[in-house]
């Protein structure tokens, strides 16, 4: 966690420039690739040495993720949402985190394996999931 956690600040830090360049839906969508990638090699890996590695995926997974979803948020909630939409977001992370620590723990209990073949499917899931919602509009007006 501590190698994802720093590899991950600069990227947070310099995010409006990434934003200059890039549109919010695009970083968006790199994120949602770079999870199912993350995801996939995590399960080909061999080796702590490679795991840590891996972790400085995190540059492109939550480090691009979490300030972009609040930009793209701010671009399609009313105003008037905003707030209720912060809520909403919170509490969808703070159940996912939760329903997944449980979910993994008790997919350990078959194998590591099979907790990891769980986690590259919810990752396709969610990369699926926003390339079907997230339409040609979207990817032209918010940036």
Same mark, same amino acid.
């Given at each position: 966690? &501590? %190698?994802?956690? !720093? $590899?991950?600040?600069?990227? !947070?830090? &310099? =995010?409006?420039? =990434?934003?200059?360049?890039?549109?919010?839906?695009?970083? *968006? #969508? /790199?994120?949602?690739?770079?999870?199912?990638?993350? +995801? %996939? @090699? !995590?399960?080909?890996?061999? $080796? *702590?040495?490679?795991?840590?590695? *891996?972790? #400085?995926?995190?540059?492109?997974?939550?480090? *691009? @993720?979490?300030? +972009?979803? %609040?930009?793209?948020?701010?671009?399609?909630?009313? !105003?008037?949402?905003?707030?209720?939409?912060?809520? &909403?977001?919170?509490?969808?992370?703070?159940?996912?985190?939760? +329903?997944?620590? &449980?979910?993994?723990?008790?997919? #350990?209990?078959? $194998?590591?394996?099979?907790?990891? #073949?769980?986690? /590259?499917?919810?990752?396709l899931i969610g990369t699926l999931i926003l390339l079907f919602t997230v339409n040609k509009s979207d990817l032209n007006k %918010?940036?």
């Amino acid at each position: 966690l &501590f %190698v994802a956690c !720093i $590899s991950g600040a600069p990227v !947070i830090f &310099f =995010f409006q420039y =990434f934003r200059r360049k890039v549109k919010d839906t695009t970083l *968006i #969508l /790199i994120s949602a690739f770079a999870f199912l990638a993350k +995801a %996939v @090699l !995590i399960f080909f890996a061999r $080796s *702590i040495t490679a795991v840590y590695a *891996i972790q #400085l995926m995190q540059t492109c997974t939550y480090a *691009i @993720l979490c300030p +972009a979803q %609040v930009y793209y948020a701010g671009a399609k909630v009313q !105003i008037s949402d905003m707030v209720k939409g912060q809520a &909403f977001l919170t509490a969808v992370f703070s159940l996912g985190c939760s +329903a997944g620590s &449980f979910l993994g723990g008790q997919l #350990l209990g078959f $194998s590591v394996g099979t907790m990891l #073949l769980a986690g /590259i499917g919810c990752a396709l899931i969610g990369t699926l999931i926003l390339l079907f919602t997230v339409n040609k509009s979207d990817l032209n007006k %918010v940036m």
